[in-house]
């Protein structure tokens, strides 16, 4: 019993990133072990955000729906600042490394140990974006996508590999409830105008307009709110942010 509890213990303390290395790409196309459910309905929410899943919930309530995906969360820095920025909204971060997903976990299980009845709200599964992304999500379920420093991919014959391609658009523009927002940021260049030029020809997006964008609280975080973007900072490449907005469905003829 003793043990069982030390090794809690343990598992709730600040996890230390020199035991989660690991090669900072992965193919997405690769073949994978990944565990994910075979549609949205069959995934298992409440084990993740079991504060959001009361069982004592009065029968015919409406179960509580992931609303924000961090797609490629990395170390959890933007899930952490989502949660106290929302209390209220779960956030889930997609990340297709082992190791990374696992640090990230371990962080908002300490997290939610050493301050309790916080950070409840958010969560990391190891997943791929790229191939099951509405494995996890129904039609129209969220209201904001994130994709921070996503990897640029720079070899002409890996841009099939970008996150951001006129295919996945189309899965994004599924998951997405009209009105719904799409957060880019990166400090590549090249990849900007890449991204872009993709949502700008995508019939399903537009930009957000600069009006609205200077009201949103999430803009001045976004840049310096992972490890990426502060090791960009420190390198001195200024991150471009770009944030676009689901058009409404078309209408059927």
Known sequence: ????????????????????RQRAHSNPLADHTLC?????????????????FPPEAPPGTPPARVEFAD??????????????????????????????????????????AAQPGRFGNVACVRGNAMKHLPHFFLRGQLSKLFFLFPDPHFKRTKHKWRIISPAMLAEYGFVLRPGGLVYTVTDVPELHQWMLQHFGEHPLFEPLPPGQLAADPLLPLLPAVT???QRARRAGRPPSTAVFRRRPDPPVL
């Open 71 to 112: 797609v490629g969360c990395g170390y959890g820095g933007l899930l952490v600042a989502l949660s106290e920025l929302f209390p209220r909204s779960l956030a889930l971060g997609l990340e297709l490394r082992g190791k990374v997903a696992a640090f990230t976990r371990a962080r908002i299980r300490a997290l939610q």
């Open 1 to 20: 019993m003793a043990a069982a509890e030390e090794k809690e213990e343990e598992a709730a303390l600040p996890p230390q990133k020199r035991f989660y």
């Open 36 to 52: 994910y459910p075979s549609r949205p309905q069959d995934m298992d929410w409440a084990s993740l955000f079991p504060s959001f």
């Open 227 to 229: 490890e990426e973007g």
